[in-house]
T-cell receptor, first 114, second 114 residues
Framework: NAGVTQTPKFQVLKTGQSMTLQCAQD?????MSWYRQDPGMGLRLIHY???????DQGEVPNGYNVSRSTTEDFPLRLLSAAPSQTSVYFC?????????????FGEGSRLTVL | GDSVTQMEGPVTLSEEAFLTINCTYT??????LFWYVQYPGEGLQLLLK?????DKGSNKGFEATYRKETTSFHLEKGSVQVSDSAVYFC?????????????FGQGTELSVKP
């Protein structure tokens, strides 16, 4: 009964370092997405994928890369971390094509960039 | 572009009080509307949804009605409990109703005191 699993839960980076936030889902969902949550700003979409091999940019994609080689996994890469990327990151998946459907969220990854 | 505006928090209520959290939206076309709830330290989970005008979503004593004429989707509960303390997010699906692409409001923190 895993659902959406994110790792790591906490991470501290120095400016300029790179890292990958992992996301895996075991519900065979076609749609996966990454959001960042910042105080007073709600959740903002970074990147999303409508299926294996297909990704697209969301509202705030700069500084982040994604890939979707399998249905299950959707990693988010920070190539050169900046303090502005300090945030809580949520991975989500969804199964319903027609109207967007319910998003299933992971527990979040809290990233601090010094 | 599409957007969601929620009333500012935090909202502090006594147990058994009536709750209203206002949500208005701007959208092209007829999006689906959602309320998500985030309990402390957890990811978001769907609370209720409505997919067309005049639909009422309900769950766990919470209700919201999709009002196209006022572009609103206010969340209500007749008698709140301490366990309802959380952050509540109003959201809408994008114009294409694609899975994984929701536009969120900034969130409203609710604190219920015994």
């Amino acid at each position: 009964n895993a659902g959406v699993t994110q790792t790591p839960k906490f991470q501290v980076l120095k400016t300029g370092q790179s890292m990958t936030l992992q996301c895996a889902q075991d519900m065979n969902h076609e749609y996966m997405s990454w959001y960042r949550q910042d105080p007073g700003m709600g959740l903002r979409l970074i990147h999303y994928s409508v299926g294996a091999g297909i990704t697209d940019q969301g509202e705030v994609p700069n500084g982040y890369n994604v890939s979707r080689s399998t249905t299950e996994d959707f990693p988010l890469r920070l190539l050169s971390a900046a303090p502005s990327q300090t945030s809580v990151y949520f991975c989500a998946s969804s199964y319903d094509r027609e109207w967007g459907g319910e998003l299933f969220f992971g527990e979040g990854s809290r990233l601090t960039v010094l | 572009g599409d957007s969601v505006t929620q009333m500012e928090g935090p909202v502090t209520l006594s147990e058994e009080a009536f709750l209203t959290i206002n949500c208005t939206y701007t959208a092209t076309g007829y999006p689906s509307l959602f309320w998500y709830v985030q309990y402390p330290g957890e990811g978001l989970q769907l609370l209720l949804k409505a997919t067309k005008a005049d639909d009422k979503g309900s769950n766990k004593g919470f209700e919201a009605t999709y009002r196209k004429e006022t572009t609103s989707f206010h969340l209500e509960k007749g008698s709140v409990q301490v366990s309802d303390s959380a952050v509540y997010f109003c959201a809408l699906s994008d114009i294409n109703n694609q899975g994984g692409k929701l536009i969120f409001g900034q969130g409203t923190e609710l604190s219920v005191k015994p």
